[in-house]
């Protein structure tokens, strides 16, 4: 079949596909909206707008809504792909304070981000330090987590001091 054109998109955040590959989902960054593409119908649909700054973008499918993470407020969100309706699921991705960021969440719902360290919380808006999950003795101090997939294997940057002891330690 044809694939409709999305005219008026601007800076695709991310996408995601459904199982049966028949729709594909859009999240814009500028524009902060999610798009509903959908070849075989020829038909191309906004389900939610006004979305502010967005950063990544995950289905639910068998809840029927799309996860997206909203790096403004370091919050994730539901939106429900039949109404639209938009619901801020939790913003405690920087232990309380301001400056958090949420990047990417996978089908699950665990978003992971940065705030002062790198992050991962639940839909429940629990937030995990991800240096606590590593051997704190092993000189890495994780920074930023990027991505995270739906086998929560987390992607990101850290440094590394194997004694310790900070820069130039003798």
Known sequence: GEIPVATGLSQPADLAVTADGRTLYVIERGAGRLVRIAPAETRVETIASDLGEVGGLALDEAGGRAIISLPGPGAIAAID??????T???NDINNGTT??????VNTAGFA??????????DLDAVAIDLNALIDPTSGWTLTRANGISDTNWVTGIGSFD???AGPLAA
């Open 81 to 86: 792909l039949a109404s639209g309706a938009v």
């Open 162 to 164: 194997p004694d310790g």
């Open 99 to 104: 400056g958090g960021v949420a990047w990417a």
């Open 112 to 121: 992971v981000g940065y705030g002062t360290r790198a992050m991962l919380w």
């Open 88 to 90: 801020e699921l939790g």
